[in-house]
């Protein structure tokens, strides 16, 4: 939405965030779980009666409070993500291009230096906006500084990230796992070499096709949310979740 040229002719722009922000949270932790706990090697494991003679075979699924999560932008997704890392008893940190000092002090979070995150989380997730500052942020380099057990989320945009260079660390075990739900180009091409990785792996890729924020009831809300704000512009009220 060109924004300023709205509002040089008196156009208000709002959002409608309070739905679909939540459920790109929920579908953040739905892909720490079934990574932290192996659900997709269990099921296999069941799958092949495997129980029958080995019902501990499984050390190593991960405690998550022994695990340090990392936020990569603080914003409306971030926020709530963080929240369930607290009740979880995890270690969060976070880096913004600001920070939020009564944030830190609700959820117990530590800012950090970009550099610092990237290499001491366990966890890291992406919430940035993408912006001509930011395409293309995260790389290689970035990459590099990654604990090679680290999982890799990102459920912002696509082209913050130099994709080739995350389809090389995951290929070549320099970081532990990915899941992601956008992507550099969409839909992903049926070629793609992040496809292949996922067709072969178990807990350690996870692909979604860009739908963290849908549900039916999401969609209803959302339009029911935008209805209302064009109600209160008819009827001069103040508009919610101006831009």
């Known amino acids: 939405v060109p924004v300023e040229a709205a509002r040089a002719r008196g156009i ?50 991960r405690y998550i409070g022994d695990l340090t999560l990392g936020l990569l932008g603080l914003g409306e997704i971030a926020r709530p993500v963080a929240k369930v890392a607290q009740a979880f008893g995890m270690p969060v940190r976070y880096w913004d291009i600001e920070r939020f000092l009564d944030l830190e002090a609700a959820y117990d979070m530590e800012f950090v230096p970009w550099d610092e995150l990237f290499a001491t989380t366990d966890i890291l997730s992406v919430q940035l906006a993408l912006n001509p500052q930011t395409e293309g942020i995260i790389g290689a380099r970035e990459f590099s500084l990654m604990k090679p057990t680290a999982l890799f989320i990102n459920t912002a945009r696509g082209k913050l990230v130099d994709q080739a ?79």
């Open 12 to 61: 208000p722009v709002a959002a409608t965030p309070l739905i679909n922000y939540i459920t790109v949270a929920e579908q953040v932790w739905a892909y720490i779980l079934n990574w932290a706990k192996r659900l997709p090697a269990l099921r296999t494991h069941m799958a092949n009666r495997a129980y029958i003679d080995s019902w501990h075979g499984f050390p190593d699924t």
């Open 165 to 243: 260079a995350l389809t090389d660390a995951l290929a070549d075990g320099r970081i532990g796992a990915v899941a992601l739900d956008v992507f550099a180009e969409e839909p992903l091409p049926v070629d793609d070499p992040l496809l292949r990785l996922h067709d072969g792996a178990d807990e350690r890729v996870t692909l979604t096709p860009h739908n963290a924020w849908q549900s039916p009831w999401t969609w209803v809300r959302d339009s029911q949310e935008l209805w209302l704000n064009i109600r209160r512009s008819l009827l001069g009220e103040p508009i919610q979740h101006l831009v």
